[in-house]
Antibody
Framework: QVQLQESGPGLVKPSQTLSLTCTVS??????????WSWIRQPAGKGLEWIGR???????NYNPSLKSRVTISVDTSKNQFSLKLSSVTAADTAVYYC????????????WGQGTMVTVSS | QSVLTQPPSVSGAPGQRVTISCTGS?????????VHWYQQLPGTAPKLLIY???NRPSGVPDRFSGSKSGTSASLAITGLQAEDEADYYC???????????FGGGTKLTVL
């Protein structure tokens, strides 16, 4: 079965760029039936969609984060990545990668999540 | 401020039935986009509970059901069990934002 695993630094300094990678196993990221998304959750708060990428490289971003977000895909490694620039303490959260179905935009598979703290 | 509105908390005794509402607008639920529900147990990632308004993925007990009408949707849980204590989120798509959107989440407490 398909599994997703986030990886990357758990601590990022203010004003720097947060970089995370999601590795897809048990299936191909090149499947045409899915988007590959990033979602975050500050401690004790709700879920916020950050953005997504299709296997072709086409991207969509949350309008509130669009100026700072870049999502890319490496089909040879079966991975997709998130870069969030100019981070502040407000970007401290658990970051999840998830598979999003094209047919109905449901997130059917999630990674376990990775905690990222923005602090000097 | 979430695009979809959920009550912050609901509670019920074991065996009882509870419902969680999710209210949207004409640019998301009211526009005909599907509503999905997720269950997040403490310290874990969300899990897809209901998709396409009322469908259960394989392995989800039939105690969980979903419905949609107009600009709102609901999640119903019957025969409450202690293991149902979790946070529940609704999700849809918003055409104005061109983005998937979530509700603020509802904490279910089993008394």
């Amino acid at each position: 079965q398909v599994q997703l695993q986030e990886s990357g630094p758990g601590l990022v300094k203010p004003s720097q760029t947060l970089s995370l990678t999601c590795t897809v196993s048990g299936g191909s990221i090149s499947s045409g039936s899915y988007y590959w998304s990033w979602i975050r959750q500050p401690a004790g708060k709700g879920l916020e969609w950050i953005g997504r990428i299709y296997t072709s490289g086409s991207t969509n971003y949350n309008p509130s984060l669009k100026s700072r977000v870049t999502i890319s895909v490496d089909t040879s490694k079966n991975q997709f990545s998130l870069k969030l620039s100019s981070v502040t303490a407000a970007d401290t959260a658990v970051y999840y990668c998830a598979r999003e179905r094209l047919q109905d935009d449901a997130f059917d598979i999630w990674g376990q999540g990775t905690m990222v703290t923005v602090s000097s | 401020q979430s695009v979809l509105t959920q009550p912050p908390s609901v509670s019920g005794a074991p065996g009882q039935r509870v419902t969680i509402s999710c209210t949207g607008s004409s640019s998301n639920i009211g526009a005909g986009y599907d509503v999905h529900w997720y269950q997040q147990l403490p310290g874990t990632a969300p899990k897809l509970l209901i998709y396409g308004n009322s469908n259960r993925p394989s392995g989800v007990p039939d105690r969980f059901s979903g419905s949609k009408s107009g600009t709102s949707a609901s999640l119903a849980i019957t025969g409450l069990q202690a293991e149902d204590e979790a946070d529940y989120y609704c999700q849809s798509y918003d055409s104005s934002l061109s983005a998937p959107v979530f509700g603020g989440g509802t904490k279910l407490t089993v008394l």
